[in-house]
């Protein structure tokens, strides 16, 4: 070969290798996945009612463990297989998660490749074990109808970056390789317990305004139960159109506090209170066995409760019978609620639970709840008097007879009512973080409050407009 020659050549491997280098550096625009499923829906329609169970799985990487969440159709219920069947109360996340996986449209479908999948975080949650880097890790979702077939399934990955509604997500059909780009809410797609029940666990409702709250924040000793009980405060407040407001006060002393210089502090902690009762949001349920159950369901004197005694492991000390019910001093104290139609609701807090795991560093408490009738909300209507030799007025009698009627029918209601939420309540111990136990019942310092200074009314304690209960 002359040199011209080898010249020429060399200059053509040249440029090919030159345009190669400059290639690998261009912009090039991402090669778009032509697919027919663009634009069409990626599972076939299904009727949300033949859906039957809902698993949700993810890779809790804080925890470095699978977190999951059933449920399974139980009549008109749902329920959570992992938490003792409880009743999944939230019916709106419920629907969510039902709905999910219908009416989807496919608006891309961004690659083929499994090796792939890391990148857009659709990689099966099951396979954690065997993925050394677990943020590729997605959501799973499976839906199953009566006899256990899956209506769908789906692994919705990690949010496109340059999406400014920001709904748009990664997914891919569990066992096939193709990434699509859909329209998706991950909300649907909760695996914490709290998510799927309902948190009005004083069964509060605008129809029934509270009139009364009473907080009596005492401790119980642990192993040393009631004989160890140290009162701290006892707050009766009650609930009007104005606001809440502290009807009376009793401190650890013994005396009825009337008047003293309120701490910012500890006002913003007071009105935690009411605010807190709506919204008594718990992690966690253990089931009470068969047998406490039924003493639960229909408290009566004469019936043997030893088996009661066993909730003193969890901070619980039978102390009677009274109205009903039974009574308990709990370690942490109590918080009771009066409503207007006149049923009490207590709830009693108890000792510290245990811990889900080592990684969790919540501190929780162990809460049980019984309701009563209060029958200070309907005295007795007074009897007209009739001077001697008078005859009886038959209109003030008749009034009376009819006042005596309604509170008799009043009192056969909320005696239903009371009934109802003990059959409600029967079956569980809460688990409720001690987040919201100092909501309702805020450790409050009294140490700088001064009998000498009656600057401000105590009365200004918690001058805070009462919330619209949800009915």
């Known amino acids: 070969m002359n040199k011209p020659s080898f010249k020429t050549l060399f200059m053509v491997l040249l440029a090919v290798v030159t345009s190669g280098i400059a290639a690998s550096f261009y912009p090039w625009p991402e090669r778009v996945v032509e697919s027919e499923m663009v634009g069409e829906p990626l599972f076939e329609s299904y009727d949300t009612t033949a859906v039957r169970s809902i698993e949700i799985e993810k890779f809790n990487a804080d925890k470095n463990e699978i977190e999951k969440i059933q449920l399974e159709r139980d009549g008109e219920k749902w329920v959570l297989l992992q938490n003792r069947k409880y009743v999944a109360s939230n019916a709106s996340q419920v629907s969510a998660a039902a ?33 050394p880097n677990r943020s590729g890790l997605g959501t799973k979702i499976v ?53 799927w029940v309902d948190p009005n666990l004083f069964q509060l409702s605008s129809s029934i305004p509270i009139e009364k709250i009473q907080v009596v924040d ?84 004469e019936l043997d409760t030893t ?25 942490g104290g109590e918080v009771s609620v009066t409503t207007r139609d006149g049923l009490k609701v207590t709830m009693y807090i108890g000792g510290l639970a245990s811990r889900s795991s080592e990684e969790d560093l919540q501190l929780s408490y162990y809460v049980l709840f019984s309701a009563e009738v209060d029958e200070s909300i309907f005295p007795m209507p007074e009897k007209p008097t009739v001077d001697a030799g008078a005859e009886v007025d038959a209109q003030a009698d008749k009034e009376y007879l009819k006042r005596v009627a309604d509170r008799t029918n009043a009192l056969k209601a909320v005696n239903l ?55």
């Open 417 to 471: 009512r009371a009934s109802a939420f003990n059959r409600l309540r029967a079956e569980w111990v809460y688990i409720v973080p001690e987040t919201v136990i100092n909501g309702v019942r805020p450790d409050l310092d009294f140490s700088s409050l001064s009998p000498s200074n009656p600057a401000s009314s105590i009365g200004d304690l918690l001058k805070v407009k009462p919330p619209t209960p949800q009915k």
């Open 307 to 331: 088996v009661l005694k066993s909730l003193e492991n969890f901070g619980f000390y039978k102390v009677g019978f009274a109205n009903g019910v039974y009574r308990f001093k709990s370690s």
């Open 99 to 131: 709905n999910s996986l219908t009416g989807i449209l496919v608006l891309e479908e961004k690659t083929e490749d499994q090796q792939d999948h890391f990148e857009y975080g659709v990689v099966d949650p099951e396979d954690h074990p065997t993925q």
């Open 218 to 301: 005492y401790r119980l000793t642990a192993n040393q139960g009631v004989e160890s009980e140290s009162l701290k405060y006892r707050a009766t407040l009650n609930v009007g159109q104005t606001g809440v407001n502290l009807l009376k006060l009793d401190l650890a002393n013994g005396k009825e506090w009337q008047a003293s210089q309120i701490s910012t502090k500890m006002r913003e902690q007071a009105q935690s209170i009411y605010r807190q009762l709506l919204n008594i949001s718990f992690s966690g349920v253990l089931r009470k066995n068969t047998e406490m159950q039924k003493l639960f369901e229909a408290p009566a004197a």
């Open 143 to 195: 839906l199953g109808d009566r006899n256990g077939k899956p209506l769908g399934k789906l692994i919705v990955g990690a949010k496109l970056k340059d999406d400014p509604s920001g709904k748009k997500r990664f997914v891919r059909v569990p066992g096939q390789p193709s990434v699509y780009v859909v329209d998706f809410d991950p909300n649907a797609l909760a695996t914490e317990f709290e998510r």
